[in-house]
T-cell receptor, first 114, second 110 residues
Framework: DAGVTQSPTHLIKTRGQQVTLRCSPK?????VSWYQQALGQGPQFIFQ???????QRGNFPDRFSGHQFPNYSSELNVNALLLGDSALYLC?????????????FGDGTRLSIL | DAKTTQPPSMDCAEGRAANLPCNHS???????VYWYRQIHSQGPQYIIH???NNETNEMASLIITEDRKSSTLILPHATLRDTAVYYC???????????FGGGTRVLVKP
């Protein structure tokens, strides 16, 4: 049973560029959340997708956008990249139904901005 | 969302029990407490969660105080592979958004 998978594992971009990160949820999960983790800090919530719509959003600018597909996979897009966007981007999936279902994380995409 | 407070670091001897405290004094009556750990270069790994009763699974035990304002994660027999950053989080009644603080950096020593 595959867990949460993310691609690519590493990515290098320059300032001003745009990036798309991808996530496939754990089998049986229908909800996907994205987090940003700067070096030495805990993950910070970006947004969550359910039924192909953004359900909740954290304190991130509109440069951060997402999408969820009918097969529950998801993309995170970041436009006009800044040096401060360098971080580990984590995807987590869960099963909606009971609000106490735990989120399960992938190993992330390490994004470096030059 | 309830704010959590954890000690920044702790050491533990291999084979001994590790007791990791977490304070969540602003927790509401229907909010769960979740514990995750993150080993270097990996994503956070779910460990256990609970509402008011003590919980146990193959990884750990979770003890929640009667007033629910604090909890303790117990790793019964710590191994070197348990070295990680451990996070306690209370995501709120909707359970949508996990808020991570700095966590506790646990170093298991031989």
């Amino acid at each position: 049973d595959a867990g949460v998978t993310q691609s690519p594992t590493h990515l290098i971009k320059t300032r001003g560029q745009q990036v798309t990160l991808r996530c496939s949820p754990k089998s049986g999960h229908d909800t996907v959340s994205w987090y940003q983790q700067a070096l030495g800090q805990g993950p910070q919530f970006i947004f969550q997708y359910y039924e192909e719509e953004e359900r909740q959003r954290g304190n991130f600018p509109d440069r951060f956008s997402g999408h969820q597909f009918p097969n529950y996979s998801s993309e995170l897009n970041v436009n006009a990249l800044l040096l401060g966007d360098s971080a580990l981007y984590l995807c987590a999936s869960s099963r909606t139904g009971n609000s106490n279902q735990p989120q399960h994380f992938g190993d992330g995409t390490r994004l470096s901005i030059l | 969302d309830a704010k959590t407070t954890q000690p920044p670091s702790m050491d533990c001897a291999e084979g001994r029990a590790a007791n990791l405290p977490c304070n969540h004094s602003t927790i509401s009556g229907n909010e769960y407490v979740y514990w995750y750990r993150q080993i270097h270069s990996q994503g956070p790994q779910y460990i256990i969660h609970g509402l008011k009763n003590n919980e146990t699974n193959e990884m750990a035990s979770l003890i929640i105080t009667e007033d629910r304002k604090s909890s303790t994660l117990i790793l019964p027999h710590a191994t070197l592979r348990d070295t990680a950053v451990y996070y306690c989080t209370v995501p709120g009644a909707a359970g949508n958004k996990l808020t991570f603080g700095g966590g506790t950096r646990v170093l298991v020593k031989p």
